[in-house]
């Protein structure tokens, strides 16, 4: 029987979505904000050491629109060192420079590295220092790694909860696998290049017989670049018999 | 002379940013927090289309903290159709599903496409709906691209401010050149192999003097270990000499 001392705990399942932490937060309405950030991108363990208010915190519970669970469910801490005890990666969100050596990423960056900690068993938290002062350096050094945002270098102090939605939407991205760009296709699909001739030929016919296409020799022009208006358009199957219709009943009335 | 009449009208220089319209908003402290937003991603012209509590909006300027000058310089507008007027491309960001036959795309690939429409004189803009009803479908149908976020589908509404927080955020790092990763280098490097080396050769002739590496048999396993351990903390060069410093200091003591 091996001796228990050289066993290592390990986790046996994944380590949970990253833990957002707040450190000394001064506005319920921010802490609010972060809570319904963190939900629309499915976050949901929330840290808070001192908030400034006390807790809870009705104007928080106010601004959460619909992630209260978040807030009531949210730890309290004493110091930044309890409420980051258990996690293995830490990342420190500050848009500061500090005489520290320290690596520094972007949102998306630390997105890639918290996957793959996670599939690691590491469980990662970001911590967001208050409205005004920011981190601390003491807190600081109890990360890995600095979380700073890409903005504009001449206004680049980013709202608290703007700065939590910011991380929470590359947590979820980074695992999203959504299309970017589809075109909506509810009862009807792309027109095919037999219906867009179909639609060619009887908006010709029309035209020649109502004298628009005239004189003949400029015919051939004039077809082709009409047909191309129509061929960029990208009409659909529903389309082309909505214009069928148009073209017909102007045809009538003439 | 050719014929004026001939002559399109084209602009000369590459269109500016993208243009945030936002229509009916109703809370002023979400459109002062969308022109912080705005200022924190280089973006400045902000359109208001009805603002349910007029303009200018004291609570719009209280929470805009040092972007004030995108609310000054922010258009009013009667109608959806004068806020676009003169676009060539618009984006009507919206998480409903409607019934209407348009292509969807996310925040990430709006930002790559009015890139492009940019450099071809295109000025676009993105329209927000208020933060009750969102779009109606008639401002819907002014666009020519739904602009949608992906987001947990169980609680997809975003507020106001975040949104357009979103948009401004990919729009900058679509031409953000930040490195994913750095290591802050105020006034040290990485050590080089020499050095680390040299520490690894130090740190073990204290050690055997003092003991620790014992027995001699098990010894070459002990300090490739410990040079791993080393190798993997990425020290820098005044880190090797702090270490150095600290082991002499132990060495003398003990």
Redesign the interface.
Known sequence: MPNEQDQVERPVQRAGPPVIILIEPQMGENIG?AA??M????LSELRIVRPRDGWPNEKAIANS???GQILEDAKLFISTADAVADLHRVYAATAR??????????P??AA?EMRAARSNFEKCGIMFGGERAGLNNDDLVLADT?L?????PE?????L??CV??VA?EW??NA?D?P???????D?RPANKKELVALFEHLEAELIASGFLWPAEKRPAMVRSIRNMIQRANF?E??VRTLRGAIASLARNS
Chains 1, 2 share one sequence.
């Open positions: 904000a319904r950030a939900r629309n991108f499915r629109s619909g992630a420079q500090r005489d520290m050596v320290k690596a520094v990423v972007t998306r960056q890639v600095v700073t945002t890409p903005s504009n206004f680049s102090s980013l709202n909860a703007q939605l910011l939407y979820h991205l999203d959504t970017p760009r589809i075109v909506t296709d509810d009807t659909t529903q389309d």
